[in-house]
């Protein structure tokens, strides 16, 4: 692992996984203690003016923990190193036998920063660091992207729900949140299956976009009004209450927020976002096709135009400009999608 797409994956894996945060840890603390042995030992024998027993000196001879000294199954442990947590067979001086098998950390650096960032977040204390480049991919809307900088520098929660019909850059807008660590996003039409209880309280997030949050059972409106409310969480389990106190901010999304509860909705800045206009169609279409899709400037042009009077989603413009290579294409394609050719 070696670049922030990697530790953004990693940061997430040991937050979300805490059998895996447990032997991540342990095994740092053991590489830890096996490397000071070995420079201490190596510090003896050159003051004595001796040799490594082997006969030569190595960087770091341990081969790593077995399964009995990780107090894991090696099921869970051979689980990890498809992961990419953990290295074995070779990597990093372990072995891998019919006897025995020995595992190592993939990166322990990383998984040092990594479990010193989530110590921090679950102190209150983490600052993430925000891309400068977040929201660059959508166009337009320079507002919303101005209000949603604005609520994630904000010191305490300020909650945004995007509110309008599709193909208003929704989803775009909410999908650039996800990109920043300590996000999670879920699906108001399936956190169900798991519970949004559970799920707060297994990933801990300081962001957390829902889309459909007007699908959302009524069950997980009541815990995310007690989260926005009070930034408090409860469950039962062990015939005991549990309560856990967070501090998120939540982002949402949804086409009609008629269905959400008055009191929910009234913990939000709540943004009613607008069908585009032909002309911003038109405008982002190309500006999607060109910059985004290598589409040629004349047939991107072509395309906006025609699809204008049919829809103004830009998904349309961008499945176009992958399918059409002439102007010829985008006519054949208008004729199969729309053979009414019906008019707004």
Known sequence: ??????????????????????????????EDLKEAEY????????????????GVYQPFPWSGAEWFDCTAAAATLNALVVDGLLVTGGARGTYKSNNSTTYKLKDPEMVRECLT?????????????IPADLFDIVIGHEDIKKLMWQALRAPKPVHILLCGP??????????????????????????????????????????????????????????LLSLMESGTIARMK??????????????????????LWPELKSRFFEVQLKEYTAAEFIN????????RE???SEIAKYIATSLVTHTRDVRDAVHFGRLCKSISDVDELLELKWPERRIF
């Open 238 to 259: 062990h015939k005991m209450r549990e309560i856990e106190q967070m501090q998120t901010w939540v982002f949402a999304g949804c086409n009609r927020d008629e269905h």
């Open 294 to 296: 290598q589409a040629n």
């Open 39 to 54: 420079k201490r030992l190596k510090e003896e024998w050159n003051n004595q003016g001796t040799v490594h027993p082997a």
């Open 284 to 291: 982002i279409a190309c500006h999607v096709l060109v910059l």
């Open 117 to 129: 960032q989530l110590k921090q977040s679950e102190a209150g204390s983490e600052e993430v660091d």
């Open 166 to 223: 599709p193909a208003t850059a929704k989803t775009l807008l909410m999908g650039e949140i996800c990109r920043l660590p300590l996000s999670r996003f879920a699906n108001g039409s399936s956190t169900t299956k798991a519970g949004l209880t559970d799920f707060l309280l297994e990933f801990r997030p300081k962001y957390l976009v829902i889309d459909e949050i007007d699908k959302m059972a009524l069950a997980d409106m009541s815990t």
């Open 1 to 30: 692992m070696s670049n922030i797409a990697d530790k953004e994956m990693l940061f997430r894996n040991l937050s979300g996984n805490p059998v895996a945060r447990t032997i991540a840890a342990h095994l740092l603390e053991l």
